[in-house]
């Protein structure tokens, strides 16, 4: 039924002074005029910012792996994949549901036996997984940018190689977004099978009790020992170590990491021990994103140490009062298994009781994968990719084709492609490349347009409304519900409205970051409003009294780390850092999802 | 008729009464409670044997009862001619001294002030007299006005003339009107009447342990407001709503609503009265954080008592103590009865254990959604 309310995809007009944004984007992103008979959201959760044009191909690979995982190679039975457009600079996307009953039940004879097999094989298959994922990760970090010497070595003709530097400009590119490519697919591998154990185990804890919260069903599923809790572990230890070595004067509020780093190195073994254990805990520990990996400004702990150093101070300060103690893992597990055998008591017979342990049973061998997934591919591998590709970028900089190696992340990878081909014929003819002058000005252009971009708000959805959204994977992932809807239809000027991550009420005053490099800003007990948080943010968490974000859903890394604190979390509001100001007071409700502005 | 003379059986403590068909529902209910351990306001039931001395008294042949069955169901003057005489004597007429001072007895052991004082009526307490109906269902209860609830009543004269009020109620026209449609006979007609010291709470209301809305057994849902209860019974407030889960204590809703009356007891005779709810207490939630847990957890042991879900109306005393162990201790209950609207419902198991885990995703895929 349709209902009016969401503006129809052709009626979006241009943002004006940013009416050429359509340049940024490949054709088959554009809206096209039959997409006005479907219902499409804005990607929030992914994609709160407007893409710089390369940065689509975080959408792009991404969803064409998706899909081939659903649609194609486990053949879901009720979906094929999702299709997405981008409209201002913002992603939309829509699942396409397989309808036809015939289709449905043609596809699930083929699903059964696959998926079996996977969930059959999990823990094994989940092994030789972490063996591509870690394979992926050393191809792309060998991967070289040419540096186009003024003559090949002499290897190269004495050893008949024959192939000179700027070949493997391109090819070197091409293997740089294959394995990206690549990545995705591993990465929707085994996700969406994973997310369909929590699905079925969600559904049944909602049917059995119908007022239970996904945070509630979240902290039975919850793994312990999860490879997210990692980075943040290895900082508490760095901080216990630096007062054991009595170099803890060093790590003062403030602080900045490279005049620690120099400040290190002229304290002796103390301070030598100390480079080295930070040295061990970097790799693989602090390849941890700030963000999620959709945005090439997403960088790791590693790209900058900021994020890190700010932790830091605040747990050298209570290590020195002895108060940093392990995670207190036993009673963590023993909080889990007292709720799950608390609801499962509460269950009238013994057959549910035993689809109960069935259904947990799946989600607990599936979580390690679906926690631990993040941090090879959305942070360790993705943080590598884009460190890559800026490699590349600092290349064409150093060919004059543009002022930074940042740049380049305003160019899509098909422009990359044709910059290097420009930059390859200019060092073998020995001209210089023509791509300066062409590229420059569109550049410009776009970082002027992404600014003129960022201010527009778009509508969370568009297009008819479905007449009943119930499809368990959309709300499990993005969180849209039909009561979401309508909250979105009917919105409160002064109430933000997101996913109920982690319980409880407080009152405090908003510190808005829209990224990490802005993290030092941050006072005690404030409440962190920020686009996107994650693991690497966890540190921050210490001197929070709450937490607001964009993006982010249930069983989202800040949901499950806000609740390990014990503190209020509202995530997934899609605009909270639009509407919220730095020094706005504010009640995050955690129980209900909303944050309220208050003066 | 035997006169059932003085003694106990007359008035029993709520501790000792046991027997619905002597102390009725409620009497019995409270009696329950606290043999379980439940903070009940004290009290005592006049049983139906005092209720059978009284009628044999006015009554002694029977003569007037049996005017009353004899009365034809639609003759509504008629009806409203004989009951009035009935009610008169059963309200006014000559009591057996037995039973009054069996009332008399148990109203000043009541509580703790100095049974002497009491007897002078130097010192009076302050008791709610309620009718305690010996018929289990509630529809024939409220259609056989058996509902009658006096609060504030005060020294022992008082307390005996309420409850012969409550006994008088038996003779209302409906009442009459209701037995007579259904030819019950008059000689099975009784009462017990519960009197319990008054309370006059901080904050009162009601509490399901399973939620009304959806029948979930896992949480405990609280309404409350300002004061008394009956601010919530009568709808003169929108009240604050709670749910607490069972299984991790977290108060996962908390729907503070303006309450714009406030129901309130005063003592020493001057009753309840209704006023506008002073400001700054009118958006405050009602209820702090431990007194919801507190009272969910006394939810639960009722529940678990009765072994299933319980509709429980309860007060919250005066106290000023923040430890949540003092809290616990201001919670009385002032009823509980099984929740029966989910519990006479029959519902869809949530699921039913499969050949093989996975299987469970299987079907969920398979399905259209």
Known sequence: ?599 | MTDPGLGPGFAVTLAEARDAAVVGGKGASLGELTRAGVAVPPGFVVTVDAFAAAMAAVDPSGALRAEVEALPADDLDAIAAVTARVRALVADGPMPDSVASAVTYSYVNLGTGDRAQKLLILVNTDVAVRSSATVEDSADASFAGLQDTYLGVSGAPEVLEHVRRCWASLYNDESVAYRRRLRLPEAGVSMAVVVQTMVAPRAAGVMFTRSPVTGDRSVVAIEATWGLGSALVSGDVTPDAFIISKVTGEITTRRVSPKIKIHRYLSNGRGVTVSDTPTPLRDAASLTDDEIRALAAIGRQVEAHYGAAQDIEWAVLDGGAADSAATADRVVLLQSRPETVWSAREQAPAGAPRPRPADHVLALFGKPL
Request: proline share 6%; aromatic share 10%; hydrophobic share 45%.
């Open chain 1, 1 to 599: 039924m349709e209902q009016a309310g969401f503006p129809l995809p052709s009626q979006i007009a241009d943002v004006p002074g940013a009416e050429n944004w359509r340049s940024m984007y490949r054709y088959f992103t554009r809206f096209q005029p039959d997409d006005d008979k479907r219902f499409w959201f804005y990607n929030s959760m992914h994609f709160p910012e407007p893409m710089p044009a390369f940065d689509t191909i975080t959408g792009e690979v991404p969803y064409q792996a998706i899909g081939a995982n659903t649609a194609r190679l486990f053949v879901f039975p009720t979906t094929l994949g999702i299709e997405h457009r981008i409209v201002n600079g913002r992603v939309y996307i829509t699942a396409n549901p397989v309808l036809d009953p015939a289709e449905i039940e043609r596809r699930a004879a083929e699903f059964g036996p696959r998926a079996g097999y996977y969930f059959e094989n999990w823990d094994s298959l989940y092994e030789g997984w972490k063996d591509r994922l870690r394979a992926l990760i050393a191809e792309i970090e060998s991967i070289e940018v040419p540096s186009l010497p003024e003559w090949e070595a002499a290897e190269v003709v004495f050893g008949s190689v024959g192939v000179a530097q700027n070949h493997y400009l391109q090819e070197n590119f091409h293997r740089v977004l294959a394995l990206y490519s690549k990545m995705w697919h591993h990465h929707t591998e085994m996700l969406m099978l994973g997310y369909g154990a929590y699905v079925v185990f969600f559904q049944f804890c909602q049917q059995a009790f119908p007022e239970i919260s996904d945070q509630t069903v979240g902290r039975m599923v919850a793994g312990i020992d999860v490879i997210m809790y990692r980075p943040d572990d290895e900082l508490r230890g760095l901080a216990v170590l630096a007062v054991e070595l009595g170099v803890d004067d060093l790590f003062t509020e403030g602080c900045v990491a490279a005049d620690v780093l120099a400040a290190l190195e002229s304290r002796g073994s103390a301070g030598e021990q100390w480079l080295d254990a930070l040295g061990k805990a970097r790799d693989p520990w602090f390849h941890v994103s700030s963000g999620d990996g959709f945005y090439h400004h997403h960088l790791s702990w590693n790209d900058d140490l900021t994020v890190p150093f700010t932790a830091l101070p605040g747990y050298v300060a209570a290590a020195r009062g002895g108060g940093i103690r392990p995670r207190p893992t036993d009673r963590l597990i023993a909080e889990r298994e007292r709720i799950a055998s608390g609801y499962r008591e509460l269950l009238s017979t013994d057959d549910e009781k035993a689809a109960f342990d069935q259904m947990l049973g799946l989600c607990r061998l599936v979580f390690p994968f679906v926690e631990d997934h993040k941090f090879y591919c959305e942070h360790w591998f993705t943080t590598r990719f884009f460190q890559k590709v800026k490699a590349f970028g600092a290349l064409l900089a150093r060919s004059d084709v543009i002022d930074s190696a940042d740049d380049v992340f305003h160019l899509h990878h098909t422009e990359v492609d044709e910059a290097l081909a420009d930059v390859s014929l200019a060092w073998a003819a020995g001209s210089p490349p023509l791509g300066g002058p062409h590229f420059r000005p569109i550049i410009a252009e776009r970082k002027r347009m992404l600014k003129v971009l960022e201010d527009w708000s778009p509508p969370p959805a568009l297009g008819p409304v479905p007449e009943a959204l119930n499809d368990p994977a959309v709300r499990m992932l993005w969180g849209i519900t039909s009561e979401r809807i309508a909250a979105w239809l009917n919105p409160d000027p002064d109430e933000v409205v997101g996913v109920a991550a982690s319980a409880g009420v407080v009152e405090g005053i908003a510190r808005v970051l829209r990224d990490v490099s802005e993290i030092s800003s941050l006072r005690e007990g404030e409440i962190l409003v920020v686009p996107v948080t994650a693991p690497s943010w966890a540190p921050v968490f210490a001197k929070i009294r709450a937490a607001v974000s964009d993006i982010g859903g249930s069983m989202s890394h800040a949901a499950i780390v806000a609740r390990e604190y014990g503190m209020p979390a509202v995530v997934g509001c899609g605009d909270a850092t639009k509407r919220i100001r730095t020094g706005d007071r504010v009640r995050v409700d955690g129980d209900r999802g909303t944050v309220r502005v208050l003066e």
